[in-house]
């Protein structure tokens, strides 16, 4: 997109904002436990309804492209799905908290329960090494995982022209290359090749 010369802002949940980022450490932290399936919910909106609000909305009206890494269908899925909270909550609050503001295209890759684990907890030991544990979600069961990956899924049955499903199992090219094209497709751009003759 910045080759592009289009106006990005990029940023991610929960965090996005200085208070966002203090509910991220309390979240992702392996050192917090006990923390119930609804306080963890209410965090997460805690940490969204501010993101909204202070960068995404303003980045918006700004004419600018929010690029964000997660958003509601996250909670859905995690909280929902994983920590079997079911849609409904997470949806309601959604409405409340949010204005429900909803991504113009979603991206989901998928892959198979144990490889993105495996990915998600060599990527975490890799960010944080010396630093602060942020593996809390990745100690959970597969069963979790199942589940988180099974609501992410009715999700992208549920909303079709909004996600977009991408196969994460081939190599991290291919599915780069699969994430540009429907980027590209989204935002009507020409394709790299078509671009550079």
Do not use: W
């Amino acid at each position: 997109m910045r080759a592009e010369r289009l106006p990005v802002v990029v940023t991610r949940e929960p965090g996005g904002t200085r208070t966002g980022e203090k509910i991220r450490h309390l979240l992702v932290d392996r050192g917090v436990s006990q923390l119930v399936p609804l306080a963890e919910l209410a965090l997460m909106f805690a940490s969204r309804a501010q993101h909204v609000s202070e960068v995404i909305l303003p980045a918006l009206a700004q004419g600018k492209i929010v690029l964000c890494d997660r958003f509601t269908d996250s909670s859905e899925a995690y909280q929902g799905g994983g920590r079997k909270l079911g849609s409904d909550v997470v949806l309601r609050l959604h409405g409340i908290l949010c204005a429900e503001f909803e991504p113009d295209l979603t991206i989901l890759m998928d892959s198979d329960v144990a490889s993105s684990v495996g990915r998600a907890r060599r990527r975490n030991r890799a960010r944080t090494a010396g630093k602060n544990d942020e593996s809390r979600f990745e100690q959970e069961n597969r069963a979790f995982f199942e589940r988180v990956r099974d609501a992410y899924l009715a999700i992208a049955r549920r909303e079709p022209e909004r996600v977009v499903m991408v196969d994460a199992r081939g190599s991290p090219q291919e599915t780069h290359r699969h994430i540009l094209e429907v980027v590209r497709h989204k935002l009507k751009l020409r394709s790299a090749e078509r671009g550079s003759g």
